[in-house]
């Protein structure tokens, strides 16, 4: 147990801090030595335009009227939702449609099929073409200006496929396109 000039010790040791603790708090709450309000600065106005009473927003504010939207702001609930005058139709979701096909490839306007041989030691057949009077001899396998690829040499068709997008036709065999013979 402590004696009693002891604990009197202890006060006052905790008095002088109290004190020492409310002189360092200013009164605002504002922690630091030195932060007490200054009498000796001049006084500086706040940085307003015009300091005047501004009388047409007073006149606007006292002439507009109160109107209440009908809910009671004392209840918890929430009003019905308005109901609109005219409830515009919801428009028909459009329906995705797939994406055309293109058509089939073809060769070029004045490109014809006018005929077909083999060679007689048994290899595969041989398709002539013409482009006005540049004959073009090809096989099966075969690439045509570097755009079409012979497929199948037929009797009556020639199929081919267009290189860069893979899309497949045949061009019919046409027996009055032969070039002239010179």
Do not use: C
């Not at 905790?14 to 000796?40: E, F, K, Q, W």
């Not at 005058?85 to 449609?97: A, E, R, S």
């Amino acid at each position: 147990m402590m004696s009693q000039k002891a604990k009197a010790a202890l006060l006052l040791v905790l008095i002088l801090a109290a004190g020492g603790v409310y002189r360092y708090v200013d009164s605002d709450g504002a922690v630091g030595p030195g932060n007490s309000l200054d009498i000796t600065k001049a006084y500086q106005p706040l940085p307003v335009e015009n300091p005047q009473l501004q009388r047409w927003k007073l006149d606007a504010s006292r002439k507009t009227e109160y109107r209440s939207s009908g809910r009671d702001l004392f209840s918890e609930t929430l009003p019905p939702a308005p109901v609109p005058k005219n409830k515009p139709q919801p428009l028909p979701t459009p329906v995705p449609q797939p994406d055309p096909t293109p058509p089939p490839p073809t060769l070029p306007p004045n490109m014809k099929y006018y005929g077909y041989g083999t060679i007689p030691n048994g290899t595969a057949k041989r398709a002539f073409l013409t482009d006005g009077e540049d004959v073009f001899i090809v096989g099966e396998g075969d690439t045509l200006l570097g755009r079409f690829r012979i497929l199948h040499i037929g009797n009556a068709s020639l199929d081919f496929e267009e290189i860069s997008s893979g899309r497949r036709n045949s061009a019919p065999l046409d027996e009055q396109a032969a070039p002239a013979a010179q």
